[in-house]
């Protein structure tokens, strides 16, 4: 019933920003359905993944498991970042994570500018008698 964060470099294909079909990076495809099968028994499970530099801001920086499977989330990039129209940004992104009894509170970061990334605000629920 607690949770549990995986880190791992390069994101799963087809779960996060920098990973979906057409975005020109597949790298894990080969290894995600496997690793997919194991995190599906663990709802409480966030798998959080980086490599691509995809800016928090983008199409899906985070895949809700909704308590059914595991969920993962982009962790953009403290260095050079992506847009969705594969164009690099200025800045340095990263996340803030709160840990409640009933939920995960995920707050994305842009630090040069030292301001809260609105659309990267996350709740996951923590899901009991699992």
Known sequence: EKPTFLFLHQPLY?????????????GMRNVSN???????????AILFTGHTHWTLDS?????????????????ASVGYLWNDEDKEEPGSE????????????????????????????????ITKNV
Do not use: C
């Open 59 to 75: 199409k899906q920086p985070a895949l809700y498991g909704k308590g059914i499977n595991a969920s993962f989330v982009n962790a």
């Open 14 to 26: 087809n779960t996060v920003s920098g990973s979906l079909p057409g975005q020109g990076w597949d």
């Open 94 to 125: 990263g996340l803030f994570i709160e840990v409640y009894e009933d939920y995960i509170l995920i707050k994305g970061r842009e630090f040069v500018d030292k301001k809260w990334v609105s659309s990267a605000q996350f709740i996951f629920q």
């Open 34 to 44: 496997t690793i997919k099968d194991v995190l599906k028994d663990y709802p409480n």
